[in-house]
């Protein structure tokens, strides 16, 4: 009998206490994680792409209020692909050529 009850008087480690933010079946810790992590998509982390597609998306944003000005069909669908296609896009080079491409595409048909 003391040998239970000088057991029962040691304490505990954190993760074993009830009632722990977490814990899931049989005192198991669950372990919470942002959902888009487990996706399978990976996220822009390269600084130099990150910001050339601001830069793209800030010239899109540019190209559709022109476009929706003069009613200019070629400036608006060139804004929206500008503004939307960096999502897409792995590699820099890439995303550098295309965005160029629609960028020049409506100042050719003007």
Same mark, same amino acid.
């Given at each position: 009998?003391?040998? #239970? @009850? ?7 480690? @954190?993760?074993? #206490? ?5 814990? /899931?079946?049989?005192?198991? !810790? @669950?372990?919470? *994680?942002?959902?888009? &992590?487990?996706?399978?998509? =990976?996220a822009? &982390?390269?600084?130099s #792409?990150?910001? %050339? +597609?601001?830069? %793209?998306s =800030? !010239?899109?944003? &540019?190209?559709?209020? !022109?476009? *929706? @000005? ?8 060139c /804004?929206?692909?500008?503004m939307?296609? +960096?999502?897409?896009?792995? +590699?820099?080079?890439l ?5 160029? !491409?629609? =960028? %020049?595409?409506?100042?050719?048909? *003007?």
């Amino acid at each position: 009998m003391s040998k #239970q @009850k000088a057991d029962a008087a040691e304490p505990q480690p @954190k993760d074993a #206490q009830k009632g722990r933010k977490g814990e /899931g079946e049989k005192g198991k !810790i @669950k372990y919470w *994680r942002w959902r888009g &992590v487990r996706s399978g998509y =990976t996220a822009i &982390v390269d600084a130099s #792409q990150l910001f %050339l +597609s601001l830069f %793209l998306s =800030t !010239i899109g944003i &540019v190209y559709f209020m !022109i476009g *929706r @000005k003069r009613s200019s069909m070629p400036f608006m669908f060139c /804004g929206l692909a500008l503004m939307g296609f +960096s999502y897409f896009m792995g +590699s820099l080079w890439l995303s550098l050529l295309i965005g160029a !491409i629609l =960028t %020049l595409i409506p100042l050719y048909f *003007r």
